[in-house]
């Protein structure tokens, strides 16, 4: 049986530039019921935080570590918050008929220096064995160096890509792909089918790979990592159903050189 | 520094008797604020599920493990629902100024025919030497051999308090301790400062640690796993702070041959 692991962008199921945390509970029950629909073997999700993480980690500055008592409330209150979005996706998914679970990765994963060093993924493996479908989510998490950093879905999607080997790789975001140029500011921008590296990106004179700030990171990580991934516009209804069916001609491809997986 | 467990009963924060996960919002806001003042050295809370879980547990029968595609569901719900609670615990907690921050044990626990292997302590270590206080929770988890088992607030104590060498275990239940006799059949029922084995209590004549069915099980689990720990009335105003500052003449204090802590 195939293992797909999607992520869906904290942009599409909350409010993404609300500054208090928002959810958007009409993207969120499309998104579920698009899951359910698409699912084909077993499946790992993802979902970032959007407006219930973002606003609260640039306030408080806990991404780059732990300094005062104000940061180790702050440090506790976004994880807090950070479950509560979760809990929030896992009712949603439970409706659809989805064994849903939620899995804290900052109950044992270690990071050093903002890079992830270790995600227990014995209960992940089992919990998929089992038919469930583990639901993990972008955290702060203890880090040996500086206290607290960021680890996000983005870091989690590339770490259990490799630790399982997944067969597909489906990153749902609130753009169609990965353009040659920037499509806001030229016309003629070209949504690329495939992405092989960043390098050649910067042959076509475009420094920007897309205009939402994370995304030539997404890449970067992605290809660093050697993961093959799907990005696709997961605001388009129908996209992330078809991706999760296995539909080729949609989104950008991100090709690692390594074969690791089926895409 | 020293390091207690703190471990409240479901009991305590919930509606124990209601069919639906009820909270008990004003001793919830009690008891945190206790642990707020009581706090001494390091802390970790446990909470158990009370209505979050008893009622669904029995209902789904998941504590014996799952067999089809309802319990796969109720395993998340029943995660879900927990992770809730736990949600309410640590908000309460914040609200005091502690940096509480939650800790899901089944992200890492595996259990294996109901019996705990093993949680990965890494992370809860971290927090601890950071000046955190992690809070976490009976929970369900991933079983090696079921499916899936109940991994209770009481096992988890245990097992930390081996792991992490606990100066203090403190259980705050719904009683004022162990007696020699069910107090409620008997009126010269005596509370037992101390309780060395389970063995002396049959010798009274008393089959009855306590009327409350977990307290046999809760008592014998400490003294297999060689912890000693005190089990106070968390229900009575001012005594977690108390136990919390180490006072030694309440409750009664399950005394283990093995003398890991300072109790």
């Known amino acids: 049986m195939t293992l797909t692991i999607l992520k869906i962008g904290g942009s599409i199921i909350t409010k993404k530039n609300s500054i208090e945390p928002e959810i958007n509970h009409a993207e969120l029950k499309r998104v579920c019921r698009e899951i359910k629909e698409g699912k084909n073997g077993k499946l790992i999700l993802i979902h970032g935080a959007g407006s219930y993480g973002h606003p609260i980690v640039n306030r408080t500055g806990i991404h780059k570590g732990i300094s005062n008592e104000e940061q180790l409330k702050a440090f506790g209150e976004t994880q807090a918050l950070q479950n509560e979005l979760n809990s929030m996706v896992c009712k949603e998914l439970k409706k659809t008929g989805l064994p849903a679970i939620p899995i804290q990765a900052s109950s044992s994963a270690?990071?050093?220096?903002?890079?992830?060093?270790?995600?227990?993924t014995r209960v992940i493996k089992g919990l998929l064995d089992l038919g469930?479908?583990?639901?993990?989510?972008?955290?702060?998490?203890?880090?040996?160096?500086?206290?607290?950093?960021?680890?996000?879905?983005?870091?989690?999607?590339?770490?259990?890509?490799?630790?399982?080997?997944?067969?597909?790789?489906?990153?749902?975001?609130?753009?169609?792909g990965v353009y040659d140029k920037d499509p806001k500011k030229h016309e003629d921008a070209v949504l690329l089918k495939e992405l092989l590296t960043l390098d050649n990106l910067n042959v076509t004179g475009s420094n920007h790979v897309d205009v939402t700030g994370g995304m030539r990171k997404k890449i970067s990580q992605l290809l660093n990592a050697g993961v093959t991934a799907r990005i696709i516009n997961g605001l388009k209804e129908g996209m992330i159903t078809l991706a999760l069916k296995g539909e080729k001609g949609i989104g950008t491809i991100i090709k690692s050189g390594r074969v690791q997986n089926h895409l």
């Open 110 to 120: 270690v990071m050093e220096k903002g890079q992830l060093l270790y995600i227990d």
């Open 132 to 176: 469930m479908v583990p639901v993990l989510y972008g955290v702060p998490a203890y880090d040996v160096e500086q206290g607290c950093s960021i680890l996000s879905g983005d870091v989690i999607i590339t770490y259990l890509a490799l630790e399982l080997n997944a067969d597909n790789v489906i990153h749902a975001s609130d753009v169609d």
